[in-house]
C-alpha cells in the first residue's frame, strides 16, 4: 500500500521507494536501483495533463495548476478517479458511518 501498488499497480523493474537525506531531513523519493536516478515523481504516473502544471511543492505535497480554468490544488490531477479509471484501475465508493459515542 505504501507505494501506490493498490491503485497504481508494481513499481517499474529497477524502481522502489526509499527514504534518503535531503539536507537536514528524510524524505520520500523514488530510486532506480540501475541507474541511482532518485525523483519525487512516481515513475507510473507519466506526465501531467497537458492543461495542468507544478506550481510550487514544500517538503511534502505539490501543487499543481490548471491553465485553462485556473484551478490550484495540492491534489495530483493524474491520481483523481477519471483518471483512475481511465489508467484501468477499478473504483468503487464505499460510505462510511460513524455513530456518535452514547455515554
Known amino acids: 500500500m505504501m507505494s501506490g501498488e ?5 513499481l517499474p523493474d529497477g524502481w ?4 534518503i537525506s535531503d ?3 528524510r524524505v520520500w523519493r523514488f530510486l532506480n536501483n540501475k541507474t541511482g536516478q532518485k525523483q519525487r515523481e512516481d515513475p507510473r504516473l507519466g506526465p501531467l ?5 507544478f506550481l510550487q511543492e514544500d517538503a511534502y505535497e505539490q501543487q499543481y495548476g490548471n491553465r ?3 484551478q490550484k490544488t495540492w491534489s ?8 483512475l479509471e481511465a489508467r484501468g ?3 468503487e465508493a464505499i460510505a462510511i458511518v460513524v ?5
Open 49 to 53: 495533463p497537458i492543461d495542468w502544471e
Open 23 to 25: 539536507g537536514s531531513r
Open 16 to 19: 522502489n521507494l526509499a527514504r
Open 76 to 83: 495530483d490531477p493524474r491520481m483523481s478517479d477519471e483518471a
Open 68 to 70: 485553462t480554468t485556473g
Open 99 to 103: 455513530w456518535p459515542d452514547n455515554k
Open 6 to 10: 493498490a491503485l497504481l499497480g508494481p
Open 89 to 91: 484501475t477499478k473504483m
